[in-house]
């Protein structure tokens, strides 16, 4: 299972020693003004402001702040935590940074290709012979022009006004559009150049809290609040590391398990000492954790590391005990049974149950409602759902699969695209839905199998959507549960018949890469309405779906790929 945190109750203040709460805040602001001069000293030394020290890091925390090994062994080790996090976040905000400069460029190309298509027929209109382009939402019906919209048309009665009131008015805006798109790239691509290059520091306490100080109300009124709760974040928070040849895991902190007594030597050498320190939720993990460790006899070379936090809450404390609790000996992993495949999505989770051969049992959804709820509420939410799943997997004794997705590039890649796709992939808690179905799954003995997300819903789409009668989403999760059982999802001869010859020889993905690119303008539910495994039919686009079902636009859209002639 791994690292573990495992909380205390609430340790009051008014119910502690006076002096103890003295020396524990002491022992908290020195920590942590170590911790943060261990950071910047190293940021100084990256960005070249400042001579590598020939003494070490350790040296100078212990000799600057008066500190034993183990704290200042524990402020370094966090210090290079924390230099690591920052490393990987640069590197995702670079990747983010790319992806809003290629959603720019792609902004600007079609704004481009618009700006044109309307300054041709703005030509057409000088010459006096008005043309339109056939795909273009401006045309002349009879003596008229019309513009058509969505959800509405404008209308006008002559040359003139269509030309002065709507031609003109679009190609300005359409020229400062691009001004304004040109201005952004350049701004992305001078804030790569700034990621790429700079060695970025950290605001302990939160950079909100530093700006709240000067922007919020509430602060200028009542400074000393601010000043309270700027304390409160920088030096709130203490991890000391464990030691593997302790006698109890760690030299710092001691914790009795029959006494349920925590024993510590502060900072100014203050012996504090926490009566009645247990742990609702893992007692009985402490407890063992720390009897193995003591009665070991070659520590060594068998002991365990054992972390201890102090948090402090305002009105009282919080213990946290890091222990490495083993994985639980009842697994189910076995997929002879079957595999339950899971597709997750904003609102719902979508669940399809196979058996050994890889046929569909049952298929479902756990349908939430995440909007306008806080966090809190979304854990719940996802939580009471996550519960029901896993104890569905339980009951059949499958195993769960589920796909790797990276949603940080979704959530930057589209931000001209439709407000409410972007609002809903905005609200999709996928992190918060994985780390409550490993953990359900986990507690319950129940395997949680990670699979590659390529073409999962395309897949879905095409080949099992219409066979099963599910839906998009439901058809996804059916594929999930295939592939995590190794069975592979090649086209089916109708479709098969229209790749192009250069690629029948590829991998089924990229066959379906090429299928996926190609109907991309096809709507979701046409796909109900075909039928894609009768040998007899002819190998042509016109015929893969009824000519009822499609609009006017995806008929000229299979007609273009009828003409290219692109299949074998």
Known sequence: MGMKAIFSNRLYKH???????????????????????????????LRGSKEKS??????????????????ANS????????LSAQKELKTMYIRNKKE?????????????ARLTTLQKIKGSFVKGTPMFNKTSREQQKGAFFVVTYKHSTRLFYCAYDFEHQYLDVEIKHLKARLGQLNFKKDRYEKQLIGLSNKVAGVCFGSKKLARGRLTQTSYHAHPERWQKDWVAARYGKMTISGRKDAKSGNFVFHYHPEMHTLTFKAIDQCVIRLADVVFPYGQDHVNHAIQTQMNLKDKKKYGKPIGWSLEDHGDYYIVKCLIDVPATPYLNISTSTGMVGV?????HIAVANINAIGQCVDAFILPFNLEGKTSGQQAKIIEAEVIALVDYAVKHHKPLAIERLDTTRSKVSRPYGNKKANRRMSQFAYQKMIQAIKSRAEKMGVAVYIVNPAYTSQIGKMKYMKRLGVSIHMAAAYVIARRAMGFKEKLPPMLYSLVPEQKQGLHHWTQWAYMTRTLSF????????????DQSKLCSWDTLFPQHALTDVEKIGLRRLESRKTYA
């Open 100 to 112: 809003q400069i290629n959603a720019v460029k792609r902004k600007i190309k079609a704004t481009k």
């Open 54 to 71: 020939s003494v070490s890091i350790h040296q100078r925390l212990k000799q600057r702040y008066d500190l034993n090994d183990y704290y």
């Open 522 to 533: 096809v709507r979701t539910h046409v796909f109900y309405q075909t039928e894609r495994f």
């Open 343 to 347: 597709d997750l999505n904003v609102n």
């Open 15 to 45: 119910k502690l020693d006076p002096d103890f709460v003295t020396s524990m805040d002491h022992t908290l602001r020195v920590f942590n003004q170590a911790k943060h001069f261990r950071y910047q000293a190293e940021v100084r030394e």
């Open 75 to 82: 402020a370094v080790q966090q210090g290079r935590a924390l």
